[in-house]
T-cell receptor, first 114, second 117 residues
Framework: AQKVTQAQTEISVVEKEDVTLDCVYETRDTTYYLFWYKQPPSGELVFLIRRNSFDEQNEISGRYSWNFQKSTSSFNFTITASQVVDSAVYFCALSESYRGKLIFGQGTELSVKP | GAGVSQSPSNKVTEKGKDVELRCDPISGHTALYWYRQSLGQGLEFLIYFQGNSAPDKSGLPSDRFSAERTGGSVSTLTIQRTQQEDSAVYLC???????????????FGPGTRLLVL
């Protein structure tokens, strides 16, 4: 069975702090995709990143970085120098190739205070 | 280009009534998905359409839920005899599918907030 666990329900930081959101997944497939989505207070899910199970290279995009480790089945997301606009609920998700549907974690609500 | 659009944005209905929710996917996207987001259950998959293939209905919670996709584009999710537990945000997403059948990234619409009184 596929499962995504985001153990951190809520995180609160002060602006400019670095913060890491954890994501652990379970799947029996050897080919799969991992995603992070952001859901700001407006409610719309915004795509952040998609990684293939064969590509374990870490990725950096501005203040965002992602650490994919197959050995620990984790796909963690770090925001460097957080800003108030980063306040949102962040979802980690898994999809198995050719099946399409996303299995979401429960989400981590990040609050960045000025 | 335009993103995924959904209508209505909000819907209030009485228990027992039927409702229809509409989704317009991104032009050219061959795959369309419906998800539901509720406080107790988080984000859960409902149904998936891919081209002309039979839809994957494995996530539909009961036979009161159905969906169709006409002409490979617009989709309608229908909930019959609504119950209070159907209250949730219904999200639609679409994606492009490669020639090998692999799925690309899903892009989500703004959702329809359904309240069943």
């Amino acid at each position: 069975a596929q499962k995504v666990t985001q153990a951190q329900t809520e995180i609160s930081v002060v602006e400019k702090e670095d913060v890491t959101l954890d994501c652990v997944y379970e799947t029996r497939d050897t080919t799969y995709y991992l995603f992070w989505y952001k859901q700001p207070p407006s409610g719309e899910l915004v795509f952040l990143i998609r990684r293939n199970s064969f590509d374990e290279q870490n990725e950096i995009s501005g203040r965002y970085s992602w650490n994919f480790q197959k050995s620990t089945s984790s796909f963690n997301f770090t925001i460097t120098a957080s800003q108030v606009v980063d306040s949102a609920v962040y979802f980690c998700a898994l999809s198995e190739s050719y099946r399409g549907k996303l299995i979401f974690g429960q989400g981590t609500e990040l609050s960045v205070k000025p | 280009g335009a993103g995924v659009s959904q209508s209505p944005s909000n819907k209030v209905t009485e228990k027992g009534k039927d409702v229809e929710l509409r989704c317009d996917p991104i032009s050219g996207h061959t795959a369309l998905y419906w998800y539901r987001q509720s406080l107790g259950q988080g984000l859960e998959f409902l149904i998936y359409f891919q081209g002309n293939s039979a839809p994957d209905k494995s996530g539909l919670p009961s036979d009161r839920f159905s969906a169709e996709r006409t002409g490979g584009s617009v989709s309608t999710l229908t909930i019959q005899r609504t119950q209070q537990e159907d209250s949730a945000v219904y999200l639609c997403a679409s994606s492009f599918s490669t020639s090998s059948g692999d799925q690309e990234t899903q892009y989500f619409g703004p959702g329809t907030r359904l309240l069943v009184l």
